[in-house]
């Protein structure tokens, strides 16, 4: 809703492009992906996700900078701790 209102304020207009859905984007050629707008591919890893998250500035807009940097900061300790690997060590 918020990246809409920041279009809506900054004045984009909305283009709606008929796609039935069928076929990933993954799975489109290059041309048809380009007809349909996509021009980026999804991240494949949390780090790639988290750079992509950062580096947003409508998000910014949106959510502000207080909220995503806290987003950031608690993704961080719970990213370092899934890849640990005490977190197998089980102590009694």
């Known amino acids: 809703m918020g990246a809409g209102a920041v279009g809506v304020m900054d004045g984009k ?10 076929v990933s984007a993954a799975n489109m050629g290059e041309d048809k992906r380009r007809t349909l707008g996509i021009t ?27 909220l995503m940097d806290n987003y950031v900061s608690i993704n961080k300790v719970s990213f370092k701790s ?6 197998y060590i089980h102590t009694h």
């Open 82 to 87: 899934e890849t640990s690997p005490h977190r």
């Open 40 to 66: 980026k591919r999804m991240p494949l890893t949390k780090e790639e996700s988290m750079r992509e998250f950062v580096s947003d500035e409508l998000l910014r807009r949106v959510l502000g900078a207080e």
């Open 13 to 22: 207009k909305l283009e709606m492009i008929n796609s039935d859905g069928q």
